[in-house]
């Protein structure tokens, strides 16, 4: 009897822990296991607003991926997902065609943009490594082109973040560390520069306990960020924003950071789904077929307490990642009794740029240094679950304070 195979789909944090705990375990022997990813290397997708704002060098949040998987238990194929071919049990890349047995679809996600014009066409991302080395190059690009102009414009040095949630606050801190060491740079007064944080909701970080928005708010304000709160963007120009009521902003540079969706493919391949993510049972699998896994922000999972669905995480990702790694095995073993996945948030830690951090761990709020040393913690924490203490110091923070 042939092997049953095993398709994991995307080397994010949930791809990627599932590989690692299947390769320790007897599934590498009684399965055949393969992992499919658009590149020969993982990278942390958290770490991501470092890079994009040029205050960490992009190879620091990747690595190799036959550096932490063992290519001789695990098959990796380098390719991208076009379409689940549910039906014939296949999955179509570009250039081959698996088939599979179970799979794991883990592919992440993409800005969501709500159809917003412009956009697509000029606005940036913070999503993959080379989405961020773009906008790294263009802020230094917009810093070096400022004094060779003879008349100045406004926009050359007017940095506009859509969305005020995590993802645009970490960005936005990280560029006020970043800012003034372009102006030492380039010779360009700090004055000249205007970094302008956008958000539709009536406050930053939309549903975040209220004091450490406050405290995030003053320091990032103290550091020269400009908040325009109640804001909504309506559309997105070459060289301009526009907001609600008509006026513009003029600006080369606008990050888009407004949250995600669930990865193009599950649209594409026909699942049911809410904004790309897939309602998964209680051991994380889609509803409409029991051979297929779907964990990290492909997956919709609600929470009880609040009836709304769990914002997607890496935490998340990680603990369904383990879930369906002990389920895969109970599969391959023949038996039908699956774990069913709970999450246990920890917590929630954002950087601010700098030393500076806020943060909810259990029931405790943090903030300052202690928050954003807890914050590489967790960081570091990830490394060493994926790839034990030589990853952590191969790839982590270490300098702490
Ligand atoms: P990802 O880790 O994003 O991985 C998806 C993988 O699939 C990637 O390797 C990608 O290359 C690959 N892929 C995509 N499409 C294809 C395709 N068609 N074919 C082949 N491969 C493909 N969460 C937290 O818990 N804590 C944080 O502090 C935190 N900070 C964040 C900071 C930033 C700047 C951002 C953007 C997000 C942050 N998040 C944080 C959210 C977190 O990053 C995501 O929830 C998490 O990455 C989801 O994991 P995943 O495995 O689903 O996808
Ligand atoms: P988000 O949904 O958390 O925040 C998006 C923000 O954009 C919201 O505040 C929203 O009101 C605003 N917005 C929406 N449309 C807008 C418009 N047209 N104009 C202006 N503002 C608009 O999304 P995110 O920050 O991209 O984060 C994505 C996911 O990653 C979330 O689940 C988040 O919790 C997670 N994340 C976590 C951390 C952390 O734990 N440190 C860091 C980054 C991201």
Redo the contacts with the bound molecule.
Sequence with gaps: KSKPKIVILGAGYGGMIVAARLQKSTVVKDAEVTLVNKHNYHYQT?WLHEPAAGTMHHDQTRMKIDDVIDTKKINFIKDSVVEIKRDEKKVVLKDSVLDYDYLVLGLGSIPET?G?PGVQEHAFSIRSVNSVRLIKEHIDYQFASYNKQDEKFDETLTFVV???????I?FVGEMTDRIPELCEEYDIPRDKVRLIS????PTA??GFDEELVEYAMNVLESRGVEFMIN???KEVRENSVVLNDDSEIKTNTIVW????RGNPVVDNSGFDAMRGRIKVTDDLRSPENDDIFVIGDCALIINEETERPY???AQIAIQQAYTTANNLKALVEGKKELETFKPDIKG???SLGGKEAIGVVGKRKIYGNSASVVKKMIDNHYLFLLGGMPLVIKKGKLKMF
């Design positions: 958290t709500f917003i859509a969305g005020a949630g995590f993802t645009g970490e956008v958000e539709a909701a970080l939309p804001t909504p963007i950071t407004t949250g995600v914002p997607p995480t929630t830690v954002a």
